[in-house]
């Protein structure tokens, strides 16, 4: 390997009498080069002068059999550096602006006379002397120039704000004569060091500032000030042995405006934030040339108003397992139910992904993106106007558990409904290789946006369905927890509605609303547990229309009807017997059979009785045989007890047909309410009670209409417990 030398070139290095500048000098002159060894000599906040410096170090290169000569002017004196060389050696090569001193005080406490001086020495010091320099390399054709920055130039320094703007304001010297030279092979380079000296014997740790000799920076130096070398206009950071290049990037950015007659405001600014600080796309521009031609594509994009510029925007997601775990928390998945723990511990042999999961991506996109706000023409709407109205997810991947997705959605209809309108988003979310891991359509619905004469229906809108009608197949049962929506909102919809009570009460709720997402991502859990053995690689796509709210507390009663890899579905609320989830539907890629076909998730979190599946077996038998509505034709209440307390009351509506937790709903009067205990119930569905003995015992009351109540046997007797 050859050595690189430095033979017949000569080189000032600048502040040399001590720390980095001393190990450059040394360096240089073992490899051959004459060095002019600068110093001023003065202390470290650059008071005083002193020949010392520079002699010692100077003695020290010719005890080693080097060449050297001292200089002690200051670098502010740059013209006189190069003349020391000139007059000793004949011509210079090199120079390292190195000489540096520090006057450390908080920005309020600086005086002038300490900027200056630092800017003096630091940054006015590298212009003197190199620009002193510069007509002998361009008349050679070759030169090299080091400036010295500092990690307190590039990211801040508290105390150091002289210091470190005179460290930038060299990255930018640098930027420039880097350019400058180009022409006449002269190169520079800007050096980020740490190292142990004076300057740092204080703010480093002892331990650590014995390791940062400034012996293992000078290589760093010396190769790129050597002629082979040809890097040009670059920051090169290093310390402790160890060195790396630095450059400043620019993110992707937004546009803030997509027609060329359209003005911007500051809420445009706003309303795109996230996606124009969205650093995951950053790239490097390597010139003023790029960075300019960039904005004229910006420009040109603008000003050709082109459709699917309009029309389309990208949104990267990125989301560690940490963030998997957490939306499956927000959507109910608990310890106590093994079949969850799969979404919730990441060392799982099975760790996944709710496949609801990958909705959010492209929602965020939605979210974030100016494409909504300017979509329906002529309408200005915020977002407390907007509701989700509909989903659609169709997975062609399984859900990562980390990673980053980039989603890419576009308006592909806006409906004009009369008052309202619809916004139909479709989105397309894509993984690191570019493999497509999810198709989503949403369907927003803005409240009084409507009106502004576009067409009433889409042919886009992939269309909810209605479930079979005969009674469900499977249902699963599970009580949404009261910091349900708290949890959930942590996975990225941060809407106050879902949190604020103030908030929710002027939107006109009366309090804090459930995400519907997270109502969607809690029945999704229990159809993949009822029909596809838990399995998320079996999930295909979903369908769902949000019909009404849930309040967090609430319990969610998920109803399924099969039809051969389709699973119907509607999600209802059990204390109001509203339907929340509607038309919705899953598409399995293969269905396996419930074990149970009626469950209750995380029992201990509800008052869940054994005689509720008394009320659900009554509801089965009415569903089978409608008749039987007609036949009885009154309305029960039920107060069922527990140790002589009521603990829970169910309506038996025998004029509709419809059997539900609760009093009777608004409008509809008990004719006979009976209430008896919790076992009692069970033994008279078995036929174990004989309901007269049980009136008689007084192991039944009953109020109201004694005759109807004798209808009720018929109804009462459940072969299936
Ligand atoms: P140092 O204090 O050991 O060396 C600086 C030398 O510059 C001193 O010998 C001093 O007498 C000389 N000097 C000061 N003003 C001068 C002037 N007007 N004309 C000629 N010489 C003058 O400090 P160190 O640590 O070796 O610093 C060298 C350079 O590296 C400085 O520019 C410093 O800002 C920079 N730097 C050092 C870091 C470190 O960790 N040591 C970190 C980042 C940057």
Redesign the pocket.
Same mark, same amino acid.
């Given at each position: 390997m050859d050595n690189l030398r430095f033979d017949g070139r000569v080189v000032i290095v600048?502040?040399? $009498? !001590?720390?980095?500048?001393?190990a450059y000098a040394l360096l240089f002159a073992e490899r051959g080069a004459s060095v002019v060894v /600068?110093?001023? $000599?003065?202390?470290?906040s $650059?008071d005083g002068s002193s020949s010392k !410096?520079a002699d010692t170090v100077v003695s020290e290169i010719r005890a080693k059999g080097g060449k050297a000569v001292p200089d002690y002017? =200051?670098?502010?004196e740059g013209e006189k550096l190069v003349q020391t060389a000139l007059d000793n050696f004949g011509r210079v090569d090199v120079v390292v602006? /190195?000489?540096?001193?520090?006057r450390d005080k908080s920005f309020a406490r600086i005086s002038e006379s300490d900027w200056n001086l630092v800017h003096?020495?630091?940054l006015k $010091?590298a212009f003197k002397v190199t620009q002193a320099a510069w007509p002998h390399f361009r008349k050679q054709n070759y030169g090299r120039v080091i400036v010295? =920055? =500092? /990690?307190?130039g590039l990211y801040g320094n508290f105390g150091q704000a002289n210091?470190s703007a005179a460290?930038l304001g060299l990255v930018g010297l640098c930027n420039t004569i880097s350019i400058e030279g180009r022409k006449n092979n002269i190169n520079c380079n800007v050096?980020?060091?740490?190292?142990?000296?004076?300057?740092?014997e204080d703010?480093?740790p002892p331990d650590f500032f014995a390791e940062?000799k400034?012996e293992l920076i000078a290589p760093v130096v010396v190769w790129l000030c050597h002629e082979s070398c040809e890097e040009n206009g670059s920051i090169i950071e290093s !310390?402790a042995g160890w060195a790396t290049k630095c450059y400043l990037v620019r993110g992707k950015g937004a546009l803030l405006r997509h027609r060329i007659t359209d003005s911007v405001s500051p809420e445009n600014v706003r309303d795109v934030w996230r996606e124009l600080t969205d650093m995951s796309q950053a790239t490097r521009l390597n010139s003023i040339e790029e960075a300019s031609s960039t904005l004229l594509n910006v420009l040109d994009e603008i000003k050709s108003g082109l459709p699917q510029v309009e029309n389309e925007s990208n949104s990267v997601f990125s989301f560690t397992n940490r963030d998997s775990i957490m939306y499956a928390i927000g959507v109910g998945a608990n310890v106590k139910e093994e079949s969850d723990l799969q979404y919730l511990y990441e060392s799982h042999d099975s760790f996944s992904a709710l496949p609801s999961y990958a909705i959010l991506p492209s929602l965020m996109a939605t979210m974030s993106s100016i494409l909504i706000s300017s979509a329906i023409p002529g309408k200005e709407f915020d977002y407390s106007q907007v509701l989700h109205g509909e989903q659609y997810l169709e997975l062609h991947k399984p859900m990562p558990v980390e990673g980053k997705l980039t989603s890419k959605i576009s308006v592909s209809d806006v409906v004009d409904k009369g008052k309202n309108a619809v916004i139909v988003v479709d989105g397309k979310t894509y993984d690191e290789n570019d493999d497509l891991i999810a198709t989503t359509q949403i369907c927003i619905f803005v409240v009084s946006a409507g009106g502004f004469g576009g067409k009433r229906s889409s042919d886009v809108v992939i269309s909810p369905l209605d479930e079979p009608k005969r009674s469900p197949d499977s249902t699963v049962v599970e009580k949404t927890s009261v910091n349900q929506a708290a949890v959930y909102r942590l996975s990225g919809d941060l809407n106050p509605l879902h949190i604020d009570p103030s908030f929710a009460s002027v939107a006109g709720y009366q309090s804090p609303i459930l995400h519907g997402l997270a109502t969607l991502g809690m029945s999704v859990r229990h159809i993949l547990k009822q029909y596809a053995d838990n399995d998320p690689k079996k999930f295909k796509s979903l369908k769902v229309r949000f019909s009404k709210p849930v309040f967090p507390g609430q319990t969610l009663q998920t109803s399924m009807w099969r039809e051969g890899n389709r699973i119907h579905f509607v999600t209802t609320v059990q204390e109001t017997n509203s339907r929340v989830l509607s038309g919705a539907y899953m598409e399995l890629h293969e269905v396996n059979l419930p074990a149970k076909p009626h469950v209750v998730l995380c029992a201990d979190a509800v008052e869940e009785l054994p005689s509720d599946a008394v009320f659900q077996g009554m509801q089965e038998r009415i569903d089978s045989n409608p008749s039987l509505v007609k036949t009885i034709n009154g309305v029960f209440l039920y107060h069922i007890t527990k140790n002589g307390k009521v603990v829970k009351s169910w309506t038996a509506d025998l004029k509709t047909g419809k059997i539900y937790k609760g009093e009777p709903e608004k409008g509809v009067k008990a004719d006979t309410t009976l209430t008896i205990d919790d076992t009692d119930m069970i033994d008279l569905a078995l036929g174990k009670l004989n309901p007269q003995m049980a009136f008689m015992k007084g192991k039944l009351k009953i109020k109201g209409n004694l005759m109807l109540a004798q209808k009720l046997k018929a109804l009462n007797t459940d072969a299936k417990l």
């Open positions: 600048t502040g040399a $009498g !001590a720390g980095l500048g001393r /600068n110093d001023l $000599g003065g202390s470290r $650059g !410096a002017h =200051s670098v502010i602006n /190195n000489a540096g001193i520090l003096d020495v630091h $010091g010295t =920055s =500092s /990690n307190s210091y460290k050096i980020v060091p740490t190292a142990a000296s004076r300057l740092t703010i480093l940062l400034p !310390a």
